[in-house]
T-cell receptor, first 112, second 115 residues
């Protein structure tokens, strides 16, 4: 069965510093991978997705993620964060022909 | 604006009340979902509808009753809820059967408080 692990429940980062949010998954078959962002009092919004092809995926708001099959990881990165990036970030995995499973989320705190 | 609209945004109800949450999508998708998001818990998939038929029910108590009259509308009927049912209820839609192979588009959620 597929599962998603986001090891960090909270990540504090200074403004304009780089950030990496970690995501590891387990699955016995090929998967699709997603990162969603949830701003306060909002629903989830898709940041980026990996379906196939290039392992480096670029998304909205300057975020990118790299699919690493050998390490079963899909870490999210941004070279320079802004105060507006304060939100909760969810990694999700979908086995082909199956439902999407979400991680527990990582809350990103931007420090001035 | 994601194309998925949920009403109401906030709801306070007593344990003996009956209320309904509404979700509408304008994306032409044929699959819709209800999720529950509680504090410090992962997102919980409650129900999945594909082509207006329920394809998944994740052991949700019967006090939650979904209804999907057409591919654009999804309801969650609530009755005799418990305080632990207080949460953010999120609706989502996607193109394709169930959640196969595509990302989900989420509404802004209904913040439910049971008193």
């Amino acid at each position: 069965a597929q599962s998603v692990t986001q090891l960090d429940s909270q990540v504090p980062v200074f403004e304009e510093a780089p950030v990496e949010l970690r995501c590891n998954y387990s699955s016995s078959v090929s998967v699709y991978l997603f990162w969603y962002v949830q701003y306060p009092n909002q629903g989830l919004q898709l940041l980026l997705k990996y379906l196939s092809g290039s392992t480096l995926v670029k998304g909205i708001n300057g975020f990118e993620a790299e699919f690493n099959k050998s390490q079963t990881s899909f870490h999210l990165r941004k070279p320079s964060v802004h105060i507006s990036d304060t939100a909760e970030y969810f990694c999700a995995v979908s086995e082909r022909d199956d439902k999407i499973i979400f991680g527990k989320g990582t809350r990103l705190h931007i420090l001035p | 604006e994601t194309g998925v609209t949920q009403t109401p945004r906030h709801l306070v109800m007593g344990m003996t009340n009956k209320k309904s949450l509404k979700c509408e999508q304008h994306l032409g998708h044929n699959a819709m979902y209800w999720y529950k998001q509680s504090a410090k818990k992962p997102l919980e998939l409650m129900f999945v509808y594909s082509l207006e038929e329920r394809v998944e029910n994740n052991s949700v108590p019967s006090r939650f009753s979904p209804e999907c009259p057409n591919s654009s509308h999804l309801f969650l009927h609530l009755h005799t809820l418990q305080p632990e049912d207080s949460a953010l209820y999120l609706c989502a839609s996607s193109q394709g059967e169930g959640q196969k192979n595509t990302e989900a588009f989420f509404g802004q959620g209904t913040r439910l408080t049971v008193v």
